[in-house]
């Protein structure tokens, strides 16, 4: 009633060490000191966001968490590829749950199918000392997908609200896909807040978006459906 609608949601994901099947990685892989961030790493997490969904554009004070390690166990992180000029990297925490030795996989980019098998692989060779793998993703992931088998599994999701405060800001300030240009002429009902409601045009240029009032109003969408596409 008042706005919200689903933001989001984050799906655990998790395989045994034993199921993945890969062979060599494809691509040379360079173990990273667990210190700073590696320039490399902004500009190919940044390059991921505009091309798969639910992901944002990190603030320092999430890549530092990153580098915090937890409290047991051991971190490490790779990168893939050219050591100048990297197409992939991981970063990756091993501990104990429930008895079982487990790698998380806290964070990685890939910008090619290679990569990604690299990535894998890399995984596949810790499964002497490892049980399973798990990771945080989507409902569709990338990295789940990337696997030559599908014997991942979601073990656990959670979702999380949203509610559109400023439509103008929130429509011109997310991102858009490379490579397609567009507009859309959006009809917002919000009884809450008066400059969200009304008709709009969404226009998409080279993963920009700009809103103005107008248009044809050719979709007719409430507020909360709308935070949930959003």
Request: net charge neutral; with cysteine.
């Amino acid at each position: 009633k008042v706005g919200y609608g689903i933001g989001g949601s984050r799906y655990t994901w998790r395989i045994a060490t034993d199921h993945i099947q890969v062979g060599k990685p494809p691509l040379p892989c360079h173990p990273q000191l667990f210190q700073e961030v590696a320039a490399p790493w902004l500009t190919l997490q940044s390059n991921q966001g505009q091309l798969f969904q639910g992901l944002l554009d990190r603030h320092p004070l999430l890549w530092k968490r990153l580098l915090k390690s937890p409290d047991e166990g051991s971190s490490f992180a790779y990168t893939v590829g050219d050591a100048d000029n990297p197409t992939g990297y991981f970063i990756a925490h091993q501990g104990r749950k429930s008895g079982a030795a487990i790698l998380t996989i806290r964070d990685w980019a890939a910008s090619s199918q290679l990569a990604m098998e690299s990535i894998w692989s890399l995984v596949h060779q810790q499964r002497s000392q490892v049980d399973a793998v798990q990771w945080a993703g989507g409902a569709v992931d990338p990295l789940a997908l990337a696997l030559p088998e599908q014997r991942a599994r979601v073990t656990d999701v959670s979702h999380w609200m949203v509610r559109i405060a400023d439509l103008k800001q929130a429509l011109e300030q997310r991102g858009y896909p490379l490579g397609i240009d567009g507009e859309l002429h959006l009809e917002v009902s919000d009884s809450l807040v008066t400059k969200n409601h009304g008709r709009f045009l969404l226009e998409v240029h080279q993963g920009k978006g700009r809103l103005s009032s107008g248009g044809r109003g050719e979709v007719l969408l409430s507020i909360q459906t709308l935070a949930s596409l959003f």
